[in-house]
């Protein structure tokens, strides 16, 4: 086995789940204006919500729909009923809010599952793929090529369709959009139904191949948020900065190991962060 093809191959299964993460990382702060810390729980929702559905006797295919829906209805739920009542509060109290939403999510997966990793069965079984000297199986071939696709086909319709448009405008300028008549509210409970679904897709899709705990849920959200931060917060930009940053981690883990996967991401978001910063100067500051 090549292990710098089979390290290429994670990197596009890794980079495909961080593209759907920050896109919709993007959407919910670009339309909101907060950075929501509780993003990388959808991953654990859905997770969780699938392996109840599966312990009760449920097919696949229909825990997978039941576990997008809930997990949309919640990420909706803390924007309707937590931010939007909020919306006048100061941008770091919000950011708060949503960190302690996701230690809350923490705190119920913990007591229903307990700390043991848990996953689900693949969705696409059958003899895995071998090229150059690699190994991927028919779930990594279907999240490259799902999570990819799904992520193209999101930042095309945001060009494309109304609705779109509508949350391109509330991102751009929220006053001068509801003077065009678009309902902002509105706009930004589309824009956190997207991002539920993006997560849950992500978890669908990956989870098949690993096990995951309860603490995932950050991870996800440092994850994604650094792909958004390479693209300067650009849902189209955040497809390519995913791939990326997937093969650079996968590559790391190659070359150096897996103890310094942590490390090495964090410092790329900290590089990420001073980069981002260097045109503010003396307390100006510049529009993300």
Not at 90 to 113: D, E, S
Not at 252 to 266: H, R, Y
């Given at each position: 086995m090549n292990p710098y093809v089979q390290g290429?191959?994670?990197?596009?299964?890794?980079?495909?789940?961080?593209?759907l993460l920050g896109i919709g990382l993007v959407l919910a702060f670009r339309t909101s204006r907060v950075l929501n810390l509780a993003h990388g729980e959808t991953f654990v929702v859905a997770t969780v919500a699938i392996v109840f559905m599966l312990q009760l006797g449920a097919p696949l295919w229909a825990a997978i729909a039941v576990a997008?829906?809930?997990?949309?209805?919640?990420?909706?739920?803390?924007?309707?009923?937590?931010?939007?009542?909020?919306?006048?509060?100061?941008?770091?109290?919000?950011?708060?809010?949503?960190?302690?939403?996701?230690?809350?999510?923490?705190?119920?997966?913990?007591?229903?599952?307990?700390a043991e990793p848990v996953s689900f069965p693949s969705l696409f079984t059958g003899a895995p793929v071998r090229i150059a000297g690699g190994v991927i199986p028919r779930q990594g071939v279907a999240m490259i090529v799902i999570g990819f696709g799904l992520s193209i086909a999101v930042t095309y319709l945001l060009s494309r369709t109304r609705i779109g448009k509508e949350l391109i405008a509330t991102a751009e300028n929220s006053q001068a959009a509801q003077l065009l008549g678009i309902d902002v509210n509105r706009a930004r409970m589309i824009a956190y139904a997207v991002a539920a679904v993006l997560g849950a897709v992500s978890a669908v899709l990956l989870v098949p191949l690993i096990a995951i705990d309860y603490q995932i849920g950050l991870a996800m959200t440092t994850r994604g948020f650094i792909a958004a931060a390479i693209a300067g917060m650009s849902p189209g930009r955040t497809v390519?900065?995913?791939?990326?940053?997937?093969?650079?981690?996968?590559?790391?883990?190659?070359?150096?190991?897996?103890?310094?996967?942590?490390?090495?991401?964090?410092?790329?978001?900290i590089a990420v962060a001073l980069w981002q910063s260097r045109s503010i100067r003396f307390g100006g500051g510049v529009r993300a």
């Open positions: 290429l191959f994670s990197g596009l299964m890794n980079g495909a789940t961080y593209a997008i829906l809930l997990t949309g209805l919640l990420y909706c739920a803390l924007q309707r009923f937590t931010l939007q009542p909020r919306g006048h509060w100061p941008i770091g109290a919000l950011i708060l809010i949503t960190l302690g939403a996701a230690f809350l999510v923490r705190g119920v997966v913990i007591l229903l599952i307990g390519v900065s995913g791939l990326f940053l997937g093969i650079f981690e996968s590559m790391v883990i190659v070359f150096f190991g897996a103890l310094f996967q942590d490390p090495v991401m964090f410092g790329l978001l």
